[in-house]
């Protein structure tokens, strides 16, 4: 039996239903950054509607597709979004005609003109990102700078065959919300005044056999850390290291404390101590952050997060905060009943709420130094700041023109990615391209032969030319020939799922770039779709 | 140009041959299943590339009910081990547990290979690895409940399953605990039943209020013992609720009591109109994007909340919880649907060996956002890649019994011993008993009577014999063959070769095909040179897990929400 389907949704609930999924993924904020943000994307090859089609649907706000390249057969068949009909026209037109239809909410626009006469216009302007799809090396390079110039994000992309690279570039992405799986910030160690109140609070011995079955393990944990430090003369504080011996003394003593071995809450006590029993630390990319000259010396041109990052570090510097970042006030499942569980998570809102007060204190004084008023930041913000401080992430990319001048930053990590052959096959690509205006593998009137002996040439020369480059950035080894030759048999074709997977990446990529939530790879893919593989690696 | 020109020059001619000559099942037309038959069609193994620009849900509903209506219970006619299918792969794009498991075992029935697949925000795989859906103590559901996933659970499979649907459906709920408190429980549960009758009332709403929030909420009042440990529940007070001050609420904040009260008035008064609109009584099947559905079980959990004490919860998130809402974006999806065209390809062109399980993980933490793994070896222990697969086609359906299908397979069906099942045997069809020894009332029933026609999956076990392995029979449609029974498919399947001999070069699809007759029944044994089997079920499954409960699911509906509108 099945339920017919009526719809009786209301159009309020309209948009919520259609982003449900995303929604449960990057919340409201997420879905309101992608909503006010304008991509701009040079290329329309089936690599860029791709992406393109992946922030459309989730519903990014506004795109302008730049090219002045004509729909050809080719396009038919590899590209999605041209039709038969298509034939002769802009391409970009074509494409913009068919990806609007898929969201009545997204905005979208052509431009019909070839990417380096439309740099010579304002096109860059409003973008929030940039994406360049299966454009020259010198046309990258000239964007890169102007990206860079404007801390514009940018994703540059292009597929040959069955490979495709990725790059990223920005010169600092700062992350809030970066989803980072953290263990919970207890504070058993060094409990605060009110967790060791509400832990005094509740005497075991008085508990009757139900009650006692339903004590949280935080507190049961509590109280075995101090009755062993009692018994041992240990002071323990915030940065105590208690060595695994001494934990087995814990949870014996945990133990002890059980009316019997079946207490699910005892049981879980006693798991915990290893995990939980630990000095307070804050998190490396936390004092980097702090620590960063962006955070000592903000102006009122500073982005929000480093005058957040400026107020947290006068928090920190404050007795109050005693050398802990703000508390989340989140506290995980535990067995226990609902009242007692409650009441701990009584205590530790409590204590979150105090610290964000304190807290919000520092940002006006940081604002109020600036002559910047003190709404500038909303109380959203410090909210999320707050609860997510130990997960705070910042991310400095290397500029793609300057390794495209230069070769790669940090060639071993491309070796030891396995992914330098591709890299440098792509690389010798450029090169080839910029001498020919051909992509290797591409008979033309200047080639000679029929198509093998135009794939052996370009291979040849492909060859030279990488371990040319391989030379040039101090790697001592050659270039894999049969990578290079799959690259010049390719002669640059699009197939359509690599376009598709490729397009994939890069508005993943692109969407945790908007949303500022998650963090972005930094900063390079390798796609061989020949073997399955997809290679993240530092270039 | 043409495509197979170009697909020819990159992937090489045969390979594009094959893709072209491909037939191709993806089951699920949600986000990764569009993404999926897009990069299918446009890789060149689908020649009609119109039918993907028509709308989606045009297509959606015409590739599943064409293709396998297993999944559809309304066009459920075949199944994909019914040879007119023939298919040379399967794609999963399904976004729950029981409709991947029942293609799974449709796939071993039909020794066709299966590319598995699955998504969760920014993590996704190939392979899909079965979560254990949590279930909770009848009696916390029914009486103490302490949180808010135990409101909701009882209005979804409680209360909503008993006024509107077909039968109890208490799967989230295990039943153990005092056994006259389950007896009243279950007493309760037939009142309730009762009551859906009066559906059609004017004040049904306030009837059932009055039930579940009056009543039943005095009789475990009445259990003192029940709350000397535990804070008891209030009653609550239909008028005095509905007099309180109406907000309207959005779905992201919870609800207060009164706005639940409405919610709930009005949801059910819907859901009533729905159920009574025609003559027969219509039954009504819990779906998270089902608005009335959604509204009449958020309501109600929340008014259970505020009747024990438990915090309320918003719309928005009892439809994640009610419904196991996993957060889904297109981006992954066509990550994992890019992929899953590149181990398509890989089957087709006989390369299992390049087949990997791939996976898009997330951490901040480091760098690796994608791992790919070996496919593992068959698991011997597997109880779902441990039974034999059968196809059975009927001369007579209405003239041939369950009897005569026993007497067919107490000795063993064709000249294996591995299939001889003994004197005492148990058929089940999914979750329904058919036979038992000491159950033998349908032995002379038809299976036509039976309402068994082809789709149908039949698991017969040995019962005096734990090391027989189970036959599973999937009716195929009849056949003019003039005898009774005719089995199909008829295969050892524990004598896998591994993995790495599975291609041999030159095969060109050719199945050798012997057949052996042997009394009156055609004993067809098919000897694909092609090892086609790729993917099997990894972990231990119970026998439970093989039930049957997909080819009636109507969870996976083709119109889902952040599908690619095309067209």
């Known amino acids: 039996m099945r339920a017919t389907p009526e719809s009786t949704s209301t159009a309020a609930t309209d948009k919520a239903q259609r982003y449900d999924r995303q929604l449960r993924l990057w919340q409201e904020t997420g879905q309101q950054a992608l909503e006010t943000a304008r991509v701009s994307v040079f290329g329309s090859s089936a690599l860029a509607a791709e992406s393109l089609k992946n922030l459309i649907l989730p519903g990014i706000g506004e795109f302008v597709v730049i090219d002045d390249a004509t729909v050809g057969e080719q396009d038919v068949l590899t590209n999605f979004f041209v039709a038969p009909a298509d034939l002769g026209k802009p391409r970009a037109e074509a494409i913009v005609e068919q990806l609007t239809e898929l969201n009545p909410d997204v905005r979208g626009s052509a431009v019909v003109k070839s990417a380096e006469s439309a740099l010579e216009t304002d096109i860059l302007e409003s973008a929030t990102l940039v994406i360049a799809c299966g454009l020259p ?49 207890l504070r058993i160690q060094a409990p605060f005044p009110g967790l060791a109140e509400h832990s005094d609070s509740i005497d075991l011995d008085t508990l009757d056999h139900v009650d006692l079955a339903h004590v949280p393990y935080v507190v049961l944990v509590l109280k075995a850390l101090r009755s062993w430090a009692t018994a041992n003369g240990r002071e323990v504080r915030r940065d105590t290291a208690i060595t695994y011996a001494e934990k087995r003394k814990i949870k014996e003593e945990i133990l002890c404390m059980a009316p019997n071995m079946d207490e699910e809450n005892f049981r879980e006590a006693h798991d915990k101590v290893n995990g939980d029993v630990i000095p307070y630390q804050i998190p490396a990319e936390v004092r980097r952050i702090l620590s960063d000259p962006a955070a000592q010396n903000i102006t009122a041109k500073s982005e929000k997060f480093w005058i957040m990052a400026h107020a947290l570090r006068a928090y920190m510097a404050s007795p109050y905060a005693d050398g802990q970042l703000p508390l989340s006030g989140t506290i995980p499942d535990m067995k226990a009943d609902t009242k007692s569980y409650i009441a701990l998570q009584r205590v530790y809102k409590q204590k979150a709420d105090a610290d964000k007060a304190e807290y919000a204190r520092h940002v006006r004084e940081s604002l109020a130094s600036l002559d910047l008023p003190p709404d500038f930041i909303s109380q959203g913000e410090i909210d ?99 990578v290079v030759r799959e690259l010049a048999r390719s002669g640059h074709a699009e197939l359509h799922n690599i376009a598709s997977l490729a397009g994939g990446i890069v508005s993943q990529e692109a969407i945790k770039l908007v949303t500022h939530q998650y963090v972005p790879a930094n900063n390079g893919c390798i796609i061989d779709g020949a073997s399955a593989r997809i290679i993240f690696v530092a270039v | 140009m043409r495509r197979t020109d170009q697909l020819a020059q990159l992937y090489g001619e045969k390979t594009a041959e094959r893709i072209a000559k491909a037939r191709l099942l993806v089951v699920g037309a949600g986000g990764i299943g569009c993404e999926l038959l897009k990069n299918l069609c446009m890789s060149g193994s689908c020649s009609k590339r119109k039918h993907i620009k028509r709308p989606k849900a045009e297509v959606a509903v015409q590739a599943i009910s064409a293709f396998n209506p297993g999944i559809n219970a309304h066009a459920q006619q075949a199944n994909i081990t019914d ?66 996933i135990h409101c909701i659970v009882w209005a979804k499979s409680y209360l909503f399953a008993q006024l509107f649907g077909e039968q109890t459906d208490e799967i989230e709920m295990d039943e153990d605990g005092d056994m006259q408190e389950l007896a009243q429980l279950r007493e309760e549960a037939r009142a309730l039943k009762r009551l859906s009758e009066a559906v059609g009332c004017p004040d049904f709403a306030w009837q059932v209020f009055n039930k579940v929030f009056v009543q039943d909420i005095e009789r475990l009042l009445s259990m003192e013992d029940m709350w000397k440990n535990r804070r008891p529940p ?158 059975m086609r009927l001369a007579d359906p209405a003239r041939t019994t369950l009897a005569d299908l026993l007497a067919r397979v107490t000795d063993g069906i064709g000249t294996s011993q591995d299939m001889r099942l003994g004197e005492d045997v148990s058929i089940v069809e999914g979750s329904r008993i058919l036979y038992d020894p000491d159950f033998d009332d349908n032995a002379s029933k038809s299976f036509e009577e039976l309402g068994l026609g082809p789709g149908s999956m039949l698991t017969l076990t040995s019962e005096d014999d734990d090391d027989a392995i189970p036959v599973v029979i999937s009716i195929a449609r009849p056949t003019y063959i003039s005898c009774a029974i005719t089995f199909e498919g008829f295969e050892d399947f524990r004598g896998f070769p591994p993995l790495e001999q599975a291609a041999p070069e030159e095969s060109d699809d050719e199945e050798i095909v012997a057949v052996v007759e042997a009394d009156d029944d055609v004993v067809v044994i098919e000897e694909d040179v092609l090892t086609k089997p790729v993917k099997r079920k990894m972990e231990d499954e119970s026998p439970e897990a093989a039930k049957r409960p997909s080819l009636y699911d109507v969870r996976e509906q083709p119109a889902n929400s952040e599908i690619i509108d095309l067209d």
């Open chain 1, 384 to 482: 999320a700041y707050c609860k997510d401080a130990r997960r705070l992430r910042l991310l400095r990319f290397t500029p793609l023109h300057d390794e495209l001048e230069s070769g790669p930053k940090d060639a071993s990590a491309l070796v030891s990615a396995g992914a330098l052959d591709q890299y440098v096959a792509f690389r010798a690509s450029d090169v080839f391209f910029a001498k020919h205006k051909r992509h290797p593998g591409v008979a033309d009137s200047s080639t000679q032969g029929d198509g093998n002996d135009v794939v052996n040439n370009d291979t040849a020369e492909l060859v030279a030319i990488a371990n040319e480059l391989l030379v040039q950035w101090s790697i001592e080894s050659e270039v894999a020939e049969d």
């Open chain 2, 234 to 391: 209030t009653v609550l007070n239909y008028n005095g609720l509905a007099a309180g001050a109406l907000d309207s609420p959005d779905d992201q904040s919870p609800p207060s009591a009164t706005a639940a009260l409405e919610m709930f008035r009005s949801s059910a008064e819907r859901l009533a109109c729905r159920a009574t609109q025609r003559s027969e009584r219509t039954l009504l099947m819990f779906d998270k994007d089902d608005r009335d559905a959604l509204e009449f079980v958020a309501a109600a959990a929340n008014l259970r909340a505020y009747a024990f004490g438990i915090p309320p919860t918003s719309v928005f998130a009892v439809k994640a919880m009610a419904g196991n809402i996993i957060p889904a974006i297109a981006t992954t999806n066509a990550i994992v649907a890019g992929m899953m065209a590149l181990q398509a390809v890989n089957v087709v062109d006989h390369r299992l060996q390049d087949c990997f399980t791939v996976y898009l993980t997330y951490s901040s933490s480091h760098d690796r956002y994608y791992m790919k793994e070996r496919l593992p070896p068959p698991n011997p222990r597997c109880s779902v890649c441990r039974r034999h697969y059968l196809t």
């Open chain 2, 83 to 148: 040879p007119q299918f023939d298919f040379d792969l399967v794609l999963n794009a399904l976004d729950n547990l029981e409709a991947r498991r029942h293609v799974n075992i449709q796939c071993l029935a039909a020794k066709v290979p299966l590319i598995e697949s699955g998504t969760a925000g920014y993590l996704g795989h190939s392979t899909a690895k079965p979560v254990e859906q949590k279930t909770f103590p009848v009696c916390t559901i029914r009486s103490t409940p302490s949180s808010p």
């Open chain 1, 137 to 185: 090396a010198h046309t990258v390079q000239r964007i890169s700078r102007l990206c860079w110039e404007r801390n514009i994000a940018l994703v540059v992309a292009d597929t040959a065959g069955f490979a495709a690279r990725l790059r990223t570039a920005i010169p600092e992405h700062a992350v809030v919300e970066s989803h980072e799986e953290l263990a919970p910030d």
